[in-house]
């Protein structure tokens, strides 16, 4: 029951900072084997039981990234599924070219969440990804209020300014392979 409540959060989560579909399945599973594990550490009375799982999937992916950072550069696949390209669109207003634009997007929004900081990535994970609670936010990361608030607002700031940077080289890069002809689109 705890599994289904929190897979798709913990993934979101996790999915931030790692860009690796395999890897956050496999660090997704890996919370959940822990907190099994540790179960009978959690204490309600000292939090919610949603921080104390996030708190250890943090710990899972610091863990992951310290390793990859020790083992020799692998090429890395491309991102072929996501949780949430896996599951499947119930809406009755489902559009295949709009569902496709809205994957591209969120392909590209992860791809510039993944060049802010650490902390910064997490926290705008947790809230945009997870619609946690800044106060929440603050608990889950041994954060004040304050920090997490600033770190949201500069981390919006930093977010727009990656992807305006990417559509700076993606125009750049349509007008070098179409000359004149595409400048007239741009």
Do not use: C
């Not at 029951?1 to 395999?22: E, H």
């Not at 009755?92 to 969120?106: C, Q």
């Not at 946690?132 to 919006?156: C, D, P």
Request: glycine share 6%.
């Amino acid at each position: 029951m705890l599994v289904d409540r929190y897979k798709r959060g913990i993934a979101n989560f996790i999915g931030a900072s790692v860009r690796s579909a395999p890897d956050v399945s496999d660090l997704s599973q890996e919370t959940f084997l822990r907190a099994y594990a540790h179960l009978e550490t959690f204490n309600p009375q000292l939090g919610r039981f949603s921080t104390w799982i996030y708190q250890i999937a943090r710990n899972v992916v610091r863990t992951h990234l310290g390793k990859s950072l020790r083992r020799p550069a692998t090429q890395e696949l491309p991102e072929d599924q996501t949780l949430e390209n896996t599951l499947p669109d119930i809406s009755t207003e489902a559009n295949p070219a709009e569902g496709i634009l809205r994957a591209e997007a969120e392909r590209e929004l992860r791809e510039a969440l993944a060049e802010l900081p650490e902390r910064t990535r997490t926290v705008l994970a947790l809230r945009y990804f997870d619609n946690m609670e800044y106060h929440t936010i603050a608990s889950t990361l041994g954060l004040s209020l304050g920090n997490v608030k600033t770190l949201i607002h500069r981390g919006k700031i930093a977010l727009a300014r990656k992807m305006q940077e990417r559509d700076t080289r993606l125009h750049a890069r349509t007008r070098e392979k179409g000359g004149t002809r595409a400048l007239l689109f741009v």
